[in-house]
């Protein structure tokens, strides 16, 4: 649909060219993921939610809330060295989690799985923390992402390969307020 009758916030729209997943699509799907997170996980202790920054701060607070069960949250920032829109699997850590994990049943919630390259390497260092279960919920997955051996056990939307932003999504660290999920124009990019 027209980015500029999507309540994209003001000065935005002219550089979006489409509405890719509007608000109320996004929050259908993210309570049918809680629903499902919610069956596979008793009641026993709480699930933890690592959420990695900053890419999925959107997802991961509407996730939260849509959960109907308790959940504990941690965050994570990790790099992956490359260009603004393709990364190269070279991951640093900018922000580690703030508890130890043994033991305990976590759940990274990601944005967006593109080569999965970052997701690969969060997968094989977090299970060096010795902990009890990994699962993975990613809200995006691109079609690039079915070349690496990694199992996503919950996805929101399969989306074609191509270059999308906001609900936390950034270029250049714009467009992560946007409440949908968009297309920045082709004159965007520099
Ligand atoms: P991967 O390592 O799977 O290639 O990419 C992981 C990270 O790259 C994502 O968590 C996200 O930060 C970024 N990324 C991948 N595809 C896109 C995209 O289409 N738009 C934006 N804004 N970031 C993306
Ligand atoms: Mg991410
Ligand atoms: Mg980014």
């Given amino acids: 649909s027209d980015a500029t009758d999507s309540g994209a916030p003001h ?12 608000g109320a699509t996004l929050q259908a799907k993210i309570a049918e993921l809680a629903a499902a997170v919610a069956a596979d ?6 699930p933890l939610l690592v959420c990695v ?9 509407d996730f939260a809330r849509a959960l109907p069960i308790p959940a504990e949250l941690e965050f994570m920032a990790v790099t992956s060295y490359g260009s603004a829109t393709s990364s190269s699997g070279v991951v640093r850590i900018l922000k580690d989690l703030d508890r130890d994990i ?7 919630v990601e944005d967006i799985i593109d080569s999965g390259l970052t997701l690969s390497w969060l997968l094989k260092n977090l299970a060096t923390r010795g ?3 990994i699962d993975v919920v990613a809200l995006l997955r691109k079609p690039e992402a079915v070349k690496v ?42």
């Fill in 41 to 46: 996980h008793h009641l026993d202790t709480p």
């Fill in 149 to 190: 051996d990694i199992e996503v056990d919950y996805v929101g939307f399969d989306i074609p390969n191509e270059f999308v932003v906001g609900y936390g999504l950034d270029y250049d660290e714009r467009y992560r307020d946007l409440p949908f999920v968009g297309l920045l124009g082709e004159h965007m990019y520099r």
């Fill in 53 to 61: 920054l900053k890419g999925a701060v959107m997802f991961v607070t």
């Fill in 102 to 108: 043994t033991g305990r049943r976590v759940i990274i």
């Fill in 131 to 133: 902990p009890a279960a």
């Fill in 11 to 22: 000065g935005y729209a002219d550089e979006l060219s489409a509405v890719l997943i509007d």
